[in-house]
């Protein structure tokens, strides 16, 4: 095949290192596997109804100018989210016959898609004409099935890969060391935006119960972008402890050692399409408390992980009060997981998608 251009209205930068990284990632590793990509894509996150038809109006400009310059060199296009993104892959479609795959990642369904009923539309027809759609986890490839109607063989679930040669175990008390954390506390880890959805509020809640109760013998991290920097005033006004850490997106290579370091990760969300920051903790060999929601309850079903109800407090705080003593996982599981959700794998799997829409 040619080139694949590649849509998404998450892409990071410098300044914006977490705002989709998980899509630059792939992008590196289809070019490392031979697959040349074009892409065109939204790298500003900024918010408020001004902000957003300006940014979306100079990406609409970016995809339209860069698909004319390589119209001959394209063979398909991929469209991370599937509104706003897949409207471009469709419009193309529909204009010059170029085949496109769109990948849901859980919020364009769940969230973007239930703003009205004109989005809903748009969502139905993007889906209804890809030739492929690939669901980041299980429950959001049944939502697609059930409430859009794509047939099974037209749809795939896929998360978007870890990459095993950054995301992995090492020395944890030695890296402990290296981030200034205490050896003698447990050490918890929060990675995602800093947004009511993430449940940063139960998590804050949860930990800072479990510090009266157990004062001294727990830290928690929270890496994340506070960009929501209304939601993040209201976190920060409730918390109390000294020993919550906030701290703003940083290199992978960088995050990657706060998931080694880390003697338990927590991931208290109310939505979530897979949870790939869960995997990348395991694949530090840090044992994950998430909530049983999306692809979460799937992935960390038969003892991967300790699963608790989405909002609530009082069952986080039982669940991380159980991991000062220390939580034991089913290792074999972890190991299957990790080798499913491997990029080289994820990547040889996307390859076949591409090869198949464009004969």
Not at 43 to 55: C, F, S, W
Not at 262 to 280: H, K, Q, R, T
């Amino acid at each position: 095949m040619k080139k694949a251009l590649i849509i998404s209205n998450m892409y990071p930068t410098n300044e914006h290192l977490a705002y989709g990284v998980f899509v630059k990632n792939q992008v590196s590793q289809l070019n490392e596997a031979g697959i040349e990509t074009v892409i065109a894509v939204n790298d500003n996150p900024a918010t408020g109804k001004k902000n957003v038809i300006k940014k979306y109006a100079k990406w609409a400009l970016n995809v339209l100018t860069t698909f004319r310059k390589n119209r001959h060199n394209i063979s398909l296009t991929h469209a991370h989210y599937v509104f706003p993104s897949g409207m471009f892959s469709y419009y193309l479609k529909k204009r010059y016959n170029v085949p496109y795959i769109v990948t849901a990642h859980g919020g364009d369904i769940n969230k973007m898609a239930k703003k009205s009923a004109r989005i809903k539309g748009y969502t139905t027809k993007i889906l209804q004409h890809a030739d492929h759609v690939i669901a980041v986890g299980e429950e959001l490839a049944q939502t697609i099935q059930a409430d859009y109607g794509v047939e099974s063989e037209r749809l795939s679930v896929m998360s978007m890969g870890i990459n095993r040669n950054v995301f992995k175990q090492t020395d944890k008390q030695q890296m402990q060391q290296a981030l200034a954390m205490d050896p003698k506390c447990t050490n918890f880890l929060f990675v995602g935006n800093i947004i009511e959805e993430k449940g940063v509020i139960e998590l804050v809640t949860a930990f800072q119960q479990l510090e009266k109760v157990h004062a001294g013998k727990a830290v928690l991290y929270c890496v994340g972008s506070t960009k929501d920097t209304s939601f993040t005033a209201k976190v920060k006004s409730l918390v109390e402890s000294e020993h919550i850490h906030f701290i703003e997106p940083i290199p992978q290579a960088e995050l990657a050692r706060y998931f080694q370091a880390a003697d338990v990760f927590v991931l208290p969300s109310y939505i979530e399409g897979l949870g790939l920051v869960a995997l990348e903790a395991m694949s530090c060999g840090t044992p994950v408390i998430a909530s049983s929601v999306g692809g979460l309850k799937y992935m960390l079903a038969d003892g991967a992980g300790v699963l608790v109800p989405p909002k609530n407090a009082a069952a986080l705080q039982k669940a991380m009060e159980q991991a000062l003593e220390g939580l034991t996982v089913n290792e074999e599981k972890v190991q299957e997981l990790l080798m499913l959700h491997d990029a080289q794998n994820i990547t040889n799997r996307l390859i076949k998608i591409y090869l198949d829409s464009v004969h």
